[in-house]
């Protein structure tokens, strides 16, 4: 998979609370608004050990049983979004952590209030996305293809970046 330039990739996993709060729609139009290209898209279930290698880095926290719980009270959709700097780009676009804290615009600021329930998971770094990216994703299932309106999206030097 090419992860260099305006083909770099990042992973979004639009959470339970969205499914049932009915986000799902307004969330992936916000990625399209963005200039972004979405080139992988599905719905799954996670289970127990999905998640234990995706949160590793909270697993001995005492509220990752309960982040565990929450991420499987729905299915949930995964994303695999590509563009420019799109890691950094959609972690912005997605807010901090702490969702009520979260800027005014970014989907975590605009649509929620809890630590946990806070409606996305956004890639942290390049090297991460790379790993989520194929963790959530057979091969197969990212497509390439031609979008039209990269004319106006970039420039053509940042386009052969
Ligand atoms: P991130 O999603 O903003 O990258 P991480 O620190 O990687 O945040 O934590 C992963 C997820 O674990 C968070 O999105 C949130 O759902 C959950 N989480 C993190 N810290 C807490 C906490 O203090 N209480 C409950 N859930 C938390
Ligand atoms: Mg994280």
Redesign the pocket.
Known sequence: MNFHGIHEKTLVIVKPDAIQRGLLGEIITRFEKKGLKIVGLKMMRLDDAVLREH?A??ADKP?FP??SNFMQNSPVVVLCIEGLEVVEAVRLITG??KARQAEAGSIRGDFAMS??C?VI?AS?SVDNAKAEVVRFFEENEIFEYYKSEYEFVYMQDEKES
């Open positions: 949160y880095h909270i509220f309960g982040v901090i952590t630590v946990g806070n998971h942290d």
